[in-house]
């Protein structure tokens, strides 16, 4: 057809809007997707896939995340700090009872893009493991 045409978002003209989740007893993988597709704008009928169209969501109650079967003490996450005999493998277990946020900042990492466009998606989040957070100001949006 002629004269018709595709829209696509600009940077600077994309309205950024908060979103607040609680954590507790949601499965951790359901909850990823959730704040992920947020993240990317994909829930806006406005998304660009080369723009970053997405909104800030804070997470809390991080510490209170579900999870099924035995992942707390089998799944596990590893990192390598480089050097001979570096590797460090810790338990979901483990992880939760240290820093609760990790858990849930790594999954929701693993479901953006790995470019430059997922890490500024990548700040546009926060997580608390309680539920006092300091974004009371931006009055978020509750999502169930």
Do not use: C
């Not at 790995?114 to 999502?143: C, F, N, S, W």
């Amino acid at each position: 057809m002629i004269g018709t045409r595709s829209f696509m978002a600009k940077g600077e003209e994309v309205e950024r809007k908060w979103y607040i989740i609680d954590a507790e007893n949601k499965p951790l993988g359901r909850l990823a997707v959730q704040v992920a597709r947020i993240l990317s704008g994909k829930h806006k009928p406005t998304y660009t896939p080369h723009v970053d169209t997405g909104d800030f969501v804070v997470v809390i109650n991080a510490e209170k995340v579900g999870l099924t079967g035995n992942k707390l003490t089998q799944s596990t996450i590893s990192k390598h700090s480089g050097h001979p005999g570096g590797l460090k493998v810790l338990t979901y277990k483990q992880i939760l009872e240290r820093r609760p946020e990790r858990l849930v900042e790594r999954v929701v990492w693993g479901m953006l893009p790995k470019t430059k466009l997922g890490r500024d998606m990548y700040r546009k989040l926060k997580v608390y493991a309680g539920a006092a957070h300091p974004h009371a100001a931006q009055k978020p949006e509750q999502i169930d």
